[in-house]
């Protein structure tokens, strides 16, 4: 059993994009304009039509099973329109999340995106949580640590501002991907830096908080291979030791996990040899940031599995990675795959 | 012969952070007001006092013989201020520097800082850039990619902007590390996360930009050994390849440079895996971000020879990082270790 828990829903229907256009013009023409939902319209076969040549394709090819889902990342776009667009828009990418579900049930399993918006509490996403979770079955949220758009201008994620998220999550029993979206800072590219720093700082954040003393069983999993988190390893150790916190692995290791987007051999071996293996989650956010084939080893840069399976780790350990991992992190995962959601 | 081009002067002595702390209070009073470099005195006794016991006697103990030493990375606060006070700072920084240099001659060559502020156009720093190379013996400079704290509010490094730093590097022949400073935004702690993130988004602005070709002969030196891009070069290749790039090699790898400033053999290992002998530049940034030791090896986390030494790597490629690739980068640094600058 091989379960992918970082995928995105980035082949929609333009039916999709073109609405989120019309919605983000519209608020440019006139700041009080209030999106309806009943302008945005496909049918299952368009959106069959996309899934099927890509991830539905590449899960059979690559012989992954199940992928946990979630609108695109970059498309969530906390940064633009306004608070009241982002409801909308979250609602709607949520319920295409569910419908792709739907149309495949034995591909994927869902995973949601929140109406945040820069400078708005967190509290205001509660509803739409609960909506996912509670009515359709979503098995976990993606969190935007910066709405803001690579200006990082709302609180760090271990502020109280973000308590009602982490207080719903834990009633929910759901954990969060700590996932940033696109920038509108021109320093940042957004999958070639804002995701990568976004990763690196969240983590950081967390080894100076007690968090996860105040919620002892919220999960978050730090995508992208934890940024430059591992790589880095000895400097958060000594870091953290330096300031006289405890290790790493009391600190944060029963809390926060990472996936294995590491588009190489090397970055994954140095992620297998320093992250206790089960804190690492199988992952490779296909179809995602790295689309080409690597002409160093003539597979796709992003089919992580491979990888995995060349690396100096036990069958076991394997086992963990690929799936057993997943259904520990994601409490609700057995229950949607049996269907019974 | 070991060369470690990566250290900050992080032992200055009390009168030098004194003179800053009634240099910024001054401003903080009365917006006009202007630093006196009179104000700052402090003898060779009291920096010999705090040097002897820190790097020079690291060096000695750890076997490298010269630093590459330039002003405090956090204490540049090129954010802190008035673009005045920045001035006075950087001169009064730098010529501190060249006195250590002067004190310990075998030990220290020096690189400057400049006096950056935020939204000030970098050709106002090329004065004190000439001031030091031609008349100081400078052999490099710490060039801070943003110099507004993690604000990031000027334009990325590939900008125009920039490029009158550039000329002057490219006709005095000296490389620049891309450092950042101190963070004001709670979002990042400085050694934590906004040196990491700034290693690697000044990579990726450097992916999509032709500045090389403008300038092909500048050299820059990522420290921190490139942020999180060594762990993620697959991620990198593949983005440069979907963008319709040149390869790394072609693009950058005949003028970035990466340091071995990570504190754990597995990073140390995924670096040298990955980017070319040629490439990487020996480092330690002792006395810095990481001072303790770790209790897993039972040396300092920072003491990298260590990791260098038992790596998996030939006796000649040890020597080019350890010493040859610094003197091919630093096209001054022979001149000056022979002292006839």
């Known amino acids: 059993m091989i379960i992918d828990c970082h995928g995105h829903y980035t082949t929609e229907p333009d039916a999709l994009t073109d609405y989120r256009k019309s919605q983000l013009a519209g608020v440019d023409n006139d700041p009080n304009f209030v999106p309806s939902e009943a302008d ?9 039509e996309r899934l099927e040549p890509a991830q539905i394709k590449l899960q059979r090819e690559r012989g992954s099973d199940v992928t946990i889902f979630s609108p695109r990342a970059v498309g969530m776009g906390h940064h633009l329109g306004t608070a009241k667009t982002s409801e909308y828009w979250a609602t709607i990418c949520n319920n295409m999340v569910r419908r792709a579900c ?10 949601c995106q929140l109406p945040q918006y820069p400078g708005v509490e967190p509290k205001k996403c509660v509803p739409e949580l609960k909506r996912c979770v509670n009515k359709m079955g979503f098995i976990g949220l993606n969190l935007n640590p910066d709405p803001s758009g690579a200006m990082w201008t709302d609180p760090p994620i271990t502020d109280k501002w973000w308590y009602p998220i982490y207080e719903t999550m834990v009633e929910l029993d759901v954990p969060a991907m700590l996932h940033v979206s696109g920038s509108c800072n021109p320093n940042f590219h957004h999958t070639g830096s804002h995701y990568l720093c976004g990763d690196t700082t969240v983590f950081m954040q967390l080894l100076m908080s007690d968090l996860f003393k105040e919620f002892p069983t919220l999960k978050f999993i730090i995508p992208h ?7 880095h390893w000895g400097r958060f150790r000594g870091l953290a030791q330096d300031m006289g916190r405890p ?51 003539g597979f796709n840069y992003d ?39």
Request: glycine content about 6%; charged content about 20%; aromatic content about 10%.
């Open 102 to 111: 739907d149309l495949y049930p034995e591909n994927f399993v869902p995973v």
């Open 225 to 231: 291979g934890g940024g430059a988190v591992p790589y």
């Open 303 to 341: 089919d992580t599995k491979r990888y995995i399976d060349a690396a100096d780790i036990s069958g076991e350990q394997k086992a963990q990675i690929f799936s057993e991992n997943a259904f520990s992190v994601f409490s609700r995962l057995e229950q949607a795959m049996s269907g019974s959601n």
């Open 40 to 48: 945005f319209n496909c049918s299952d076969d368009e959106m069959r």
């Open 247 to 297: 290790t790493l692995d009391e600190l944060l290791l029963n809390n926060v996990y990472f996936d294995t987007c590491v588009y190489h051999q090397a970055g994954i071996d140095c992620l297998l040899e320093v992250i206790p293996t089960k804190n690492i989650l199988f992952a490779s956010e296909m179809v995602g940031a790295v689309r080409g084939v690597d002409p160093e080893t």
